[in-house]
């Protein structure tokens, strides 16, 4: 396994939880490191990216201020801290890596990340 995902369950809307992936056999402390998700019925979307030395954070519109990507090279390990979940924020969690291109151009989108988690399931009841 390169990349396992942790941290899901079940939590009532307002609450907070926290996704780990720690990664293991990749260039992890190179690595552009980001979070997406996929919802039933939907097709998976950008939540939150970090480039590899932690200077820069992306995110998408609909978590902004809500989401915190952060990173521990040492430990190999990224965490997608949540607040404020919603019932819209209900999906199956992915971490993904990209290899250093020298650039964190396309952070969003998949295509640029080359290794996968297996996922972990967010459930937010109202």
């Known amino acids: 396994v390169q990349l396992q995902a942790s941290g899901g369950g079940l939590v009532q809307a307002g609450g907070s939880l926290t996704l780990s992936c720690t990664a293991s056999?990749?260039?992890?402390?190179?690595?552009?490191m980001g979070w997406f998700r996929q919802a039933p019925g939907k097709e998976r979307e950008f939540v939150a990216a970090?480039?590899?030395?932690?200077?820069?954070?992306y995110y998408a519109d609909f978590v902004k201020g809500r989401f915190t990507i952060s990173r521990d090279n040492a430990k190999n390990t990224v965490w997608l801290q949540m607040d404020s979940l919603n019932t819209e924020d209900t999906a199956v969690y992915y971490c993904?890596?990209?290899?250093?291109?020298?650039?964190?151009?396309?952070?969003?989108?998949?295509?640029?990340?080359?290794?996968w988690g297996q996922g972990t399931q967010v459930t937010v009841s109202s």
């Open positions: 970090i480039n590899r030395i932690s200077t820069s954070q």
């Open positions: 056999l990749i260039p992890f402390s190179t690595s552009l």
């Open positions: 993904a890596a990209g290899v250093n291109r020298g650039h964190s151009n396309n952070y969003y989108d998949s295509a640029r990340h080359d290794w």
